[in-house]
């Protein structure tokens, strides 16, 4: 193992969590199922082999669904309280091992030490949620227009469900997932992103525990490898009445047609295109904060990266040069040095889709005011890291109107009123995440009023990543329509069934219809 690696305790995190150390790069195969082929996941931090897991085959999926389908017979019977408390456990595991998996996903996809503990954090508090809600599953009840009749309708859990995940948030989008999806009594079938396995392989060792602990059986969470190959065998399968899927537009559009062919359900979270409208009441520090945050957290690798600043055109000298001194101040590097702000990109796939639009940019006609580059040097010898830039633009640009996954700030210019802003935030084929910064109330209502904001979350004075727990997370056109994560989103792991009891001995029919005999 590099020294970069060993410098930040790396084998010891692998030990903590249960994943064999590393011996001289030879593939670890964490997960044995009957394939071949291997999954080896590289770390973006210093280039170094961290392990590798087997490739799930259609004939493992088989037995993986087995165990499944026999796992939910037990589970949905055992009172969904009962089902919180082992959530309760799980959460209180993670408490224990923050520090470990959140250096894991640090290291594994390279976000800063900081966002990985977040990103851990989110997991606990997904859990605590679900626990409370192990006893708040609420259906409505009714008035029959019959006499002696009751009406209520009663939630039930779907089954198997399936969960893909993106490589951005390689544990907490799985746990909000999985967890509401838990207490609702379903069980699961999670396949990670092929670029951070092994963060799916530690989660699944936690959970592993907690349910051996319970004596509970560990179909109730399952874990699968490899890429959209595998995805596949999931989303084809009428198992499965619900696939929840986060990642770019052009693979949910994939995983949508595969589950409506088939009628099933599906969860979409993809891509987004945020921006932040400054007017001229914004405050303009708060500005700087909330948008650099948004444009470099995660190195710009968040659905809910602030891509786009729409600002006016009075105060866009003072928020230019603000952000562009902001920018000076970046510290990039290795993301397990708390001293870094921004780590590497994810793979040099991602480092060429970089240049590409920043090369785009200007031959659209935009102008680079932060020059992005790739850092070459000690340090930097994975090849992932990159300079945030910045760059003035057109609305219209068709790089503008693409979600780039890196750390690029498109900067607009907008004149008149607030609207003229808002029709260009809207102006795009993404819905997720945006903002206003301001400090006059009209126009932060208008931005959240029915002319405003058409995307799924809508923040005053606060930038577009980083949302809570506890509000509905997800948005609309592009980015898919579904919404996990906090408020009633658990309905979508369920089934409602609506029950008419007839306390009486005659049979009246609705609508007052007679039919005698
Ligand atoms: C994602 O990028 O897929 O709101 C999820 C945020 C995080 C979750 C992002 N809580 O930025």
């Known amino acids: 193992m590099k020294e970069s690696a060993n410098l930040f305790g790396i084998e010891n995190v692998l030990k903590t969590l249960g994943l064999k150390a590393i011996n001289n790069g030879t593939p670890t195969g964490i997960v044995n199922y009957s394939g071949n082929s291997i999954l080896e996941s590289f770390s973006p931090v210093d280039g170094q082999l961290i392990g590798s897991v087997t490739i799930t085959t259609k004939a493992d999926f088989e037995a ?15 009172p969904a309280p009962q089902r919180g408390e082992v959530v309760r456990q ?21 976000k800063s030490l900081q966002e990985g503990l977040g990103e851990v954090q989110e997991m606990i508090d997904i859990c605590d949620f679900a626990v409370g809600l192990s006893r708040q599953l609420y259906g409505l009840t009714m008035h029959s227009e019959r006499p002696g009749h009751r009406m209520y309708e009663q939630y039930h859990p779907l089954g198997v469900v399936g969960i893909i995940s993106a490589f951005n948030f390689p544990v907490a989008v799985w746990a909000w997932n999985t ?26 060792n936690i959970i592993s525990e907690v349910l051996a602990k319970n004596k509970l059986p560990e179909g109730i969470s399952n874990l699968i490898n490899g890429d959209y190959k595998v995805g596949g065998f999931m989303t084809k399968d009428n198992r499965i009445p619900l696939i929840s899927a986060t990642g770019s537009t052009r693979m949910g559009k994939i995983v949508a047609q595969d589950v409506a062919s088939r009628l099933g359900k599906s969860l979409l ?15 303009i520090k708060m ?40 920018y000076k ?12 702000h921004v780590g590497p990109l994810i793979d040099k796939d991602a480092v060429n889709m970089y240049l590409n639009a920043l090369k785009q940019v200007v031959e659209e006609g935009g102008t680079i005011i932060a020059k992005g580059e790739v850092l070459k040097g000690k340090g930097y010898e994975s090849g992932c890291y990159v300079k945030p830039a910045i760059a003035e633009a057109k609305p219209d640009f068709k790089i503008v109107q693409h979600e780039t996954f890196a750390p690029i700030l498109y900067l607009i210019k907008y004149s008149g009123d607030v609207e003229n802003a808002i029709e260009t935030q809207n102006n ?59 408020s009633d989103a658990w309905k979508v792991y369920m089934r409602r069934q609506t029950n008419t009891i007839n306390y009486t001995s005659e049979v009246p029919l609705a609508q007052g219809i007679k039919f005698d005999l």
């Not at 700087?288 to 809910?304: E, I, K, L, N, P």
């Open 90 to 110: 799980f959460g209180d595991k993670l408490r224990k091992k923050k520090e470990a998996l959140g250096k894991l996903v640090s290291y594994e996809m390279g």
């Open 428 to 486: 795009v084929a993404q819905g997720l995440s945006s903002a206003i910064m301001t400090n006059n109330l009209q126009e932060a209502e208008l931005f959240l009023s029915v002319q405003g904001s058409d995307c799924g979350i809508a923040n005053v004075n606060i930038g577009t990543s980083g949302a809570e727990i506890g509000g509905a997370f997800g948005g609309e056109k592009e980015t898919g329509g579904g919404r996990e994560s906090g």
């Open 179 to 204: 967890t509401l999806a838990w207490v609702c009594g379903d069980v699961c079938i999670w396949k990670p992103s092929e670029k951070a396995p092994l963060c799916g392989v530690a989660c699944q």
């Open 287 to 326: 500005t700087v904060m909330g948008a650099v945050f948004g444009a470099v957290g995660t190195a710009g690798q968040r659905c809910t990266s602030t891509r786009r600043l729409i600002i006016h055109e009075d105060i866009y000298d003072k928020v230019k040069s603000g952000i562009v001194d902001a």
């Open 329 to 340: 101040q970046l510290r990039i590097g290795n993301p397990l040095d708390e001293t870094n």
């Open 64 to 78: 993986v669904m087995e165990k499944a389908t026999a796992a939910f017979k037990i589970w949905r019977t055992m």
């Open 269 to 283: 979270e993809l891509g987004g295109n945020n921006a932040i409208i400054v007017t001229p009441d914004a405050d």
